[in-house]
């Protein structure tokens, strides 16, 4: 089945620090990959996606490379701001299908 | 930038009532869907809507539930007799296209309290 595992949440660091939130996936075939982000009473909003092995999405800062090898599709940002906090989903659309499947979401706190 | 608007933000029902929860989707995507979440637990696809008719749903989506898009701009989620377990956040979505390649935008989302 198609099937989307992050990280546990919460995570909270310092403002400037490197974050990584992990996220693997099973699917048949090749998988659309996304992160969305929610801010605190927003809806989710599309942060970055990548749509094959070895693309790299980026968006405000934020990257994850789609990786084939380990079904994997990390996001990273070098230096967080107090704004990034928010709760990140990883999500995936399989080969031929329209639906989203998402991740459980990690929540991220940035504390000055 | 065009957003997908959800009304009401909460909506409060006793169980057994019948609860319509309304989208208007970002006016020219011809691709509607809805999720949901549960407290605590992933974002579920219920159902994706093109051409006036259902294109896929999920084991969740049951004779209980049905959508509709009434005229040209709204999307409707019809919950004919609520349980207690359809308490969650509901979510509606569009795209302009179908497939991995195109976003999708979502609302900020009913919750949905059922008493």
């Known amino acids: 089945g198609n099937s989307v595992t992050q990280m546990e949440g919460p995570v909270t660091l310092s403002e400037e620090a490197f974050l990584t939130i992990n996220c693997t996936y099973t699917a048949t075939g090749y998988p659309s990959l996304f992160w969305y982000v929610q801010y605190p009473g927003e809806g989710l909003q599309l942060l970055l996606k990548a749509t094959k092995a070895d693309d790299k999405g980026s968006n405000k800062g934020f990257e994850a490379t789609y990786r084939k090898e380990t079904t994997s599709f990390h996001l990273e940002k070098g230096s967080v701001q107090v704004s990034d906090s928010a709760v990140y989903f990883c999500?995936?659309?399989?080969?031929?299908?329209?639906?989203?499947?998402f991740g459980t979401g990690t929540r991220l706190t940035v504390i000055p | 930038e065009p957003e997908v608007t959800q009304t009401p933000s909460h909506q409060v029902t006793q169980m057994g009532q019948e609860v319509i929860l309304r989208c208007v989707p970002i006016?020219?995507?011809?691709?509607f869907y809805w999720y949901r979440q549960i407290l605590g637990q992933k974002v579920e696809f219920l159902v994706s809507?093109?051409?006036?008719?259902?294109?896929?749903k999920s084991e969740i989506f049951d004779d209980q539930f049905s959508v509709e898009r009434p005229d040209g701009s709204n999307f409707t989620l019809k919950i004919r007799s609520t349980k207690l377990e359809d308490s969650a956040m509901y979510f509606c979505a569009s795209s302009d296209r179908q497939g991995g390649n195109q976003p999708q935008h979502f609302g900020d989302g009913t919750r949905l309290s059922i008493l």
């Open positions: 999500a995936l659309i399989p080969t031929g299908a329209n639906n989203l499947f």
């Open positions: 809507f093109y051409n006036n008719e259902i294109s896929e």
């Open positions: 006016s020219n995507h011809l691709y």
